[in-house]
Nanobody, 127 residues
Framework: QVQLVESGGGLVQAGGSLRLSCAAS????????MGWFRQAPGKEREFVAA??????????GYADSVKGRFTISRDNAKNTVYLQMNSLRSEDTALYYC??????????????????WGQGTQVTVSS
């Protein structure tokens, strides 16, 4: 029904920047939320950022740990959501997942609320 493909991960030095992309394909929805989560070895999957939109408007949400450093945005023409990551730290190292929820509203912050997931892209920040 829906396929999500992440890209843009890699190895960067602390203080550097990276932009992740999530391309969606398959069926479309009138209202949707797309989010980014990350998971480091031995830790639970945690919320990073999300963007929710419909024909009438949109909203964004961020984890406290990334506020002021990360920015989520979308390109409707390309069915793609981006995560611009600046001032990267070693603790940002994780496998980053893109997810989609078939509802619009206040962006969901828990993995259980999302309906579709990508396979992830690795981000490694070296110091």
């Amino acid at each position: 029904q829906v396929q999500l493909v992440e890209s843009g991960g890699g190895l960067v030095q602390a203080g550097g920047s990276l932009r992740l992309s999530c391309a969606a394909s398959g069926r479309t929805f009138s209202g949707v939320t797309m989010g980014w989560f990350r998971q480091a070895p031995g830790k639970e999957r945690e919320f990073v950022a999300a963007i929710s939109w419909s024909w009438s408007g949109g909203n964004t949400g961020y984890a406290d740990s990334v506020k002021g450093r990360f920015t989520i945005s979308r390109d409707n023409a390309k069915n793609t959501v981006y995560l611009q990551m600046n001032s990267l730290r070693s603790e940002d190292t994780a496998l980053y997942y893109c997810a989609l929820e078939r509802r619009w509203g206040v962006p969901a912050r828990t993995p259980r609320e999302y309906d579709y997931w990508g396979q992830g892209t690795q981000v490694t920040v070296s110091s």
